[in-house]
């Protein structure tokens, strides 16, 4: 990693972190560099050029044909289009103006991420439950994280969770590591009682990683209210490849 600063005089005007990560690189196959953490304030198009042409020439240095901004390790989504609602916990707040700045530094546009909602209404809550009684009448089990014994939790978790996302554009293996300091992060928040393991005949089938909402951590400006509609958790949903008694 390296990180960059641009300043005029004593007054910083834009940074960000150059970032080699050999996990992404040897799993896609693929010499691609991370410009992380980006910020810059208004006004700042010369300088953010200046900073980001600094980050990408180390990047080159390195041996990394192309750089990334936006997504990767360290880095979440830029939001589009909505800049006043508060964004799912996974993507940041960013100003209009940092699209401008990004693609007169010569980004483009790659992939856009799209957050669904949903109101939680009773026949949702009975469509599901009736879908999870089904799931258990087949012979499967869906268990909470907080339910599965800890020596076996996060090994089987990341397995899995590996698996199924292995194929999905940009992501990066974790390691048991990681994932066990993220329980250990998120627990108080209800993690453990939110994310499930599926098992079929005792084999791991799939995964949901389920994080409350928790705008209440959220910064917010005088008379500034967080809406209903703001209050969204983190669901992500991974089935693990079919092979042997996996579905």
Known sequence: MRPFLARAGSRLLARAVAVVDDRYNQHWQERLGHLSLFEALP???EATQL?????????????????????????????????TSLPPSRARQNPAYYH????????????????????????????????????????????????????RRVCEFTDTWNDAFKAHWGITPSTKDEFAL??????????????????????????????PEGTARAILKPGRVVQEAEKLNVLSIGCASPRGARG
Do not use: H
């Open 43 to 45: 006004d700042t198009r």
């Open 100 to 151: 401008q700045l990004l693609k007169d530094a010569g980004f483009e546009s790659e992939k856009g991420c799209v957050d669904y909602k949903i109101a939680v209404r009773p026949e949702l809550m009975a469509r599901w439950e009736n879908a999870l009684e089904g799931a258990r009448r087949a012979g499967d089990e869906i268990i909470p994280l907080k339910d599965v014994p800890a020596s």
């Open 51 to 83: 900073l980001i042409d600094a980050a990408c020439d180390w990047l080159k240095a390195q041996g990394m044909e192309a750089a990334r901004a936006g997504f990767g390790l360290l880095d979440f989504p830029f939001a589009i289009d909505d800049y």
């Open 182 to 211: 993220l329980f250990e992060t998120l627990a108080p928040a209800g993690l453990l009682e939110t994310s499930v393991l599926a098992y079929r005949a005792g084999t791991p089938i799939g995964v949901l990683y389920v994080v």
